[in-house]
Protein backbone atom coordinates (compact mmCIF):
# COMPACT_ATOMS: atom_id res chain seq x y z
CA UNK A 1 0.00 0.00 0.00
CA UNK A 2 2.42 2.67 -1.01
CA UNK A 3 1.27 6.20 -1.61
CA UNK A 4 0.14 7.29 -4.55
CA UNK A 5 1.25 10.51 -4.69
CA UNK A 6 5.40 10.45 -5.12
CA UNK A 7 6.25 12.39 -7.64
CA UNK A 8 9.45 13.48 -6.12
CA UNK A 9 10.16 10.85 -3.93
CA UNK A 10 11.99 12.98 -0.84
CA UNK A 11 12.88 16.22 -2.84
CA UNK A 12 9.56 17.83 -2.05
CA UNK A 13 10.91 20.88 -2.08
CA UNK A 14 11.19 20.88 -5.82
CA UNK A 15 7.49 21.60 -5.90
CA UNK A 16 8.49 25.22 -4.07
CA UNK A 17 10.30 26.46 -6.77
CA UNK A 18 7.73 27.86 -9.38
CA UNK A 19 5.78 28.95 -6.23
CA UNK A 20 8.02 30.87 -5.26
CA UNK A 21 9.08 32.18 -8.72
CA UNK A 22 5.48 33.70 -9.02
CA UNK A 23 5.26 34.60 -6.10
CA UNK A 24 8.12 36.64 -6.64
CA UNK A 25 6.95 38.08 -10.23
CA UNK A 26 3.22 38.55 -8.58
CA UNK A 27 5.27 40.98 -5.89
CA UNK A 28 6.97 42.70 -8.63
CA UNK A 29 3.91 43.51 -10.74
CA UNK A 30 1.90 44.85 -7.36
CA UNK A 31 5.34 47.13 -6.73
CA UNK A 32 5.44 47.88 -10.36
CA UNK A 33 1.65 48.78 -9.79
CA UNK A 34 1.71 50.85 -7.27
CA UNK A 35 4.91 53.20 -8.64
CA UNK A 36 3.12 54.05 -11.38
CA UNK A 37 1.30 57.31 -11.46
CA UNK A 38 -2.59 57.15 -11.18
CA UNK A 39 -3.14 59.13 -14.29
CA UNK A 40 -1.43 56.65 -16.49
CA UNK A 41 -3.24 56.21 -19.82
CA UNK A 42 -5.93 53.62 -20.17
CA UNK A 43 -5.23 49.91 -20.33
CA UNK A 44 -6.50 47.33 -23.15
CA UNK A 45 -9.47 46.57 -20.84
CA UNK A 46 -10.28 49.72 -20.26
CA UNK A 47 -9.22 50.14 -16.71
CA UNK A 48 -6.26 52.35 -16.26
CA UNK A 49 -2.84 50.51 -16.15
CA UNK A 50 -2.22 50.44 -12.74
CA UNK A 51 -5.72 48.86 -11.89
CA UNK A 52 -4.64 46.38 -14.82
CA UNK A 53 -1.27 45.80 -12.99
CA UNK A 54 -2.48 45.58 -10.05
CA UNK A 55 -5.31 42.69 -10.89
CA UNK A 56 -2.73 40.90 -12.20
CA UNK A 57 0.20 40.99 -9.84
CA UNK A 58 -2.89 39.89 -7.12
CA UNK A 59 -3.95 37.56 -9.95
CA UNK A 60 0.02 35.55 -9.34
CA UNK A 61 0.37 36.07 -5.35
CA UNK A 62 -3.86 34.42 -4.65
CA UNK A 63 -2.95 32.04 -7.81
CA UNK A 64 0.13 30.88 -5.98
CA UNK A 65 -1.26 31.08 -2.01
CA UNK A 66 -3.98 29.05 -3.80
CA UNK A 67 -1.37 26.27 -5.23
CA UNK A 68 1.04 26.28 -1.86
CA UNK A 69 -2.16 25.49 -0.17
CA UNK A 70 -3.22 22.05 -2.13
CA UNK A 71 0.73 20.94 -1.99
CA UNK A 72 0.93 21.50 1.42
CA UNK A 73 -2.38 19.33 2.13
CA UNK A 74 -1.20 16.82 -0.32
CA UNK A 75 1.88 16.38 1.06
CA UNK A 76 -0.11 16.72 4.34
CA UNK A 77 -2.29 13.70 3.08
CA UNK A 78 1.10 11.82 1.94
CA UNK A 79 2.35 11.80 5.16
CA UNK A 80 -0.06 10.23 6.73
CA UNK A 81 -0.75 7.57 4.29
CA UNK A 82 2.96 6.71 4.79
CA UNK A 83 2.71 6.53 8.71
CA UNK A 84 -0.57 4.34 8.40
CA UNK A 85 1.67 2.20 6.26
CA UNK A 86 4.80 1.36 8.47
CA UNK A 87 3.50 1.92 11.97
CA UNK A 88 -0.25 1.16 11.50
CA UNK A 89 -1.75 -2.05 12.88
CA UNK A 90 -1.95 -4.79 10.67
CA UNK A 91 -5.98 -5.95 10.11
CA UNK A 92 -8.25 -7.77 7.38
CA UNK A 93 -10.96 -5.92 6.14
CA UNK A 94 -13.82 -7.94 4.82
CA UNK A 95 -16.26 -6.27 2.53
CA UNK A 96 -20.04 -6.56 3.64
CA UNK A 97 -21.09 -4.19 1.37
CA UNK A 98 -19.99 -2.17 -1.49
CA UNK A 99 -21.97 0.75 -3.94
CA UNK A 100 -21.26 3.58 -6.11
CA UNK A 101 -21.73 7.04 -4.98
CA UNK A 102 -22.16 8.44 -8.53
CA UNK A 103 -18.84 10.44 -8.16
CA UNK A 104 -15.81 10.34 -10.02
CA UNK A 105 -12.62 11.47 -9.23
CA UNK A 106 -9.84 11.89 -12.17
CA UNK A 107 -12.04 9.12 -14.23
CA UNK A 108 -12.14 7.02 -10.53
CA UNK A 109 -15.12 5.70 -9.43
CA UNK A 110 -15.84 6.71 -5.78
CA UNK A 111 -17.52 4.20 -3.71
CA UNK A 112 -19.00 3.68 -0.06
CA UNK A 113 -17.81 0.64 1.39
CA UNK A 114 -18.87 -1.43 4.71
CA UNK A 115 -16.27 -2.91 5.51
CA UNK A 116 -15.83 -5.67 8.82
CA UNK A 117 -12.24 -4.80 10.24
CA UNK A 118 -10.51 -7.63 12.46
CA UNK A 119 -7.51 -6.27 14.18
CA UNK A 120 -5.20 -8.48 15.68
CA UNK A 121 -6.95 -10.07 18.91
CA UNK A 122 -9.91 -7.93 18.75
CA UNK A 123 -13.35 -8.58 18.14
CA UNK A 124 -14.12 -7.46 14.24
CA UNK A 125 -15.68 -3.83 13.96
CA UNK A 126 -18.23 -2.83 11.18
CA UNK A 127 -16.97 0.56 9.53
CA UNK A 128 -17.80 2.64 6.53
CA UNK A 129 -15.39 4.25 4.15
CA UNK A 130 -15.27 5.98 1.10
CA UNK A 131 -12.53 5.38 -0.89
CA UNK A 132 -11.96 6.04 -4.92
CA UNK A 133 -10.54 2.71 -6.19
CA UNK A 134 -8.77 1.77 -9.99
CA UNK A 135 -10.51 0.44 -12.59
CA UNK A 136 -8.17 -2.00 -12.30
CA UNK A 137 -9.18 -2.94 -9.34
CA UNK A 138 -13.01 -3.29 -9.53
CA UNK A 139 -13.52 -6.51 -10.39
CA UNK A 140 -12.01 -7.94 -7.41
CA UNK A 141 -13.83 -5.38 -5.05
CA UNK A 142 -17.02 -7.93 -4.13
CA UNK A 143 -18.97 -8.75 -1.43
CA UNK A 144 -17.10 -10.96 1.11
CA UNK A 145 -13.57 -10.28 -0.28
CA UNK A 146 -10.87 -9.62 2.31
CA UNK A 147 -8.05 -7.27 1.80
CA UNK A 148 -5.25 -6.02 4.01
CA UNK A 149 -5.14 -2.92 6.31
CA UNK A 150 -3.76 -1.03 7.98
CA UNK A 151 -5.66 0.77 10.70
CA UNK A 152 -4.35 3.97 12.70
CA UNK A 153 -3.28 3.61 16.43
CA UNK A 154 -4.30 6.47 17.78
CA UNK A 155 -7.61 6.85 15.92
CA UNK A 156 -9.34 3.36 15.06
CA UNK A 157 -11.72 5.09 12.67
CA UNK A 158 -8.58 5.98 10.31
CA UNK A 159 -7.63 3.39 8.01
CA UNK A 160 -6.03 2.39 4.56
CA UNK A 161 -7.16 -0.81 2.49
CA UNK A 162 -5.26 -1.83 -0.13
CA UNK A 163 -8.16 -2.90 -2.79
CA UNK A 164 -5.59 -3.97 -5.22
CA UNK A 165 -4.43 -7.52 -3.77
CA UNK A 166 -6.93 -9.41 -2.34
CA UNK A 167 -6.46 -12.33 0.38
CA UNK A 168 -6.96 -15.44 -0.96
Do not use: Y
Amino acid sequence: MATVWKPTGNAWWIWLIPIATIIAVGTGIVLLALEMPTAAGPGALGLSRRSELLQTGAFFLVSSVFSLLVFLNLRKRARRADRLETEGIPAVARILSVEETGTTVNNLPECRFRLEVTCGVRRPVEVEMVSCVSLLHLGNIVAGRRFRASVDPSDESSMAVDFGHPIP
